[in-house]
């Protein structure tokens, strides 16, 4: 059993739905066994400008169903030096914290790893992102809750795309990482999506042309990655009015609307049992591990691997989102 005290909580990185789930997961399940909480706020920014205060219970009620974080998130440039680290250890230790949990990406993830390993702390990573784009992990808190916002607007554009005749680029989040544009055009019932990890294997543009779309249709939607790979919606566009000008092309970039809004069920419950489990990994004196889920089954990831590690794309889906589209 660990013989950790007190725990510091905070979001770093990009903000996503569920965050605050989590937050308040981490908080209870830490207090119910016996542990003290200190909120630590705007990140690893917060925690070299010791922005941290106590955290009780009621603290974190009733923010299970807000969007963002309660804790604020930032990014910090300090501390990627080892003069910012050595202070975020300093209010550290001034304020009696123990361990740490960080909930963000792989930056976030990536800062955690060199700080406890400069410092021998114990620090516990929860994957908080709606790219999805963790090793070891089906997924990371907010995906679920963005994958359902891209749906919504792929529904309510379709009702234009079909009225016009109209080719749209729907462009959606997910930097180097298709998941986002690939699940939400299965989801969404659009004809292609084009993602990072398919940009060297094939003309993915041409391919969803001369595979005849629009043959069948009088309208069609393609989600593109946002990715300087595949050029963004616009650079995917701009292609199509030169080489394709008989389609009337239109570009709708969904931008930070995929960041916002209530969490789903989905992501609640993920964040909960991740929060949970956190603490639980702690207690059996687990350190610098990323929870993740597999199979609907609590897994420890090494911050190594969940980092380094691509986390590959399920080429079947995007075989059937082919299959489904004619
Ligand atoms: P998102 O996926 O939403 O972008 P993220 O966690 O990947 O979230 P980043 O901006 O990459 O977001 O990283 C968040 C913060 O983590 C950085 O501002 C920095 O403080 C810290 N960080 C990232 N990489 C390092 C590193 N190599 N060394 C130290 N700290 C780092």
Do not use: W
Not at 43 to 62: A, H, M, P, R, W
Not at 116 to 125: H, R
Request: aromatic share 6%; charged share 25%; net charge negative.
């Amino acid at each position: 059993m660990s013989n950790i005290k007190c725990i510091g909580i905070l979001t770093s990185g990009g903000d996503a739905p569920g965050m605050n789930a989590a937050i308040r997961a981490v908080t209870r399940a830490a207090i119910y066994h016996g542990m003290n909480v200190k909120g630590i706020y705007r990140g690893y920014k917060g925690l070299i400008t010791n922005e941290i205060l106590d955290f009780k219970t009621q603290d974190v009620s009733n923010i299970i169903q807000r969007g963002g974080t309660i804790l604020k998130t930032a990014r910090s440039e300090e501390f990627r030096t080892i003069e910012g680290r050595a202070k975020a250890y300093e209010n550290m230790k001034a304020h009696g914290i123990d361990a740490l949990v960080v909930i963000g990406g792989d930056g976030s993830l990536t800062g955690a790893r060199i700080f406890a390993q400069e410092y021998d702390i114990p620090i516990i990573g929860l994957p908080g992102t709606i790219d999805n784009d963790l090793y070891g992990t089906d997924s990371t808190i907010g995906y679920d809750t963005a994958l359902n916002t891209i749906v919504s607007a792929v529904d309510k554009i379709r009702d234009t795309a079909s009225s016009h005749d109209r080719l749209f680029f729907i462009e959606v989040m997910g930097r180097e990482a298709g998941f986002l544009a690939l699940n939400g055009a299965i989801a969404g019932g659009a004809e292609a999506a084009i993602i990072p990890e398919y940009m060297f294997e094939k003309d993915q543009l041409a391919e969803t042309i001369e595979n005849g779309f629009r043959k069948t249709k009088n309208s069609s939607i393609v989600l593109v990655a946002e990715s300087e790979l595949t050029g963004g919606a616009m650079g995917v566009a701009e292609r199509v009015k030169k080489e394709y000008p008989q389609f009337d092309v239109r570009v709708t970039i969904l931008g930070h609307v995929q960041r916002g809004g209530t969490p789903t069920a989905n992501d609640r419950i993920l964040a909960s049992r991740m929060g949970v489990a956190a603490i639980d990994a702690l207690m059996e004196d687990q350190r610098n591990v990323m929870i993740g889920i597999d199979n609907d089954k609590i897994v420890y990831v090494p911050f190594s691997k969940a980092i380094k590690e691509h986390k590959p794309i399920d080429a079947k889906l995007v075989d059937d989102l082919h299959m489904l589209s004619i």
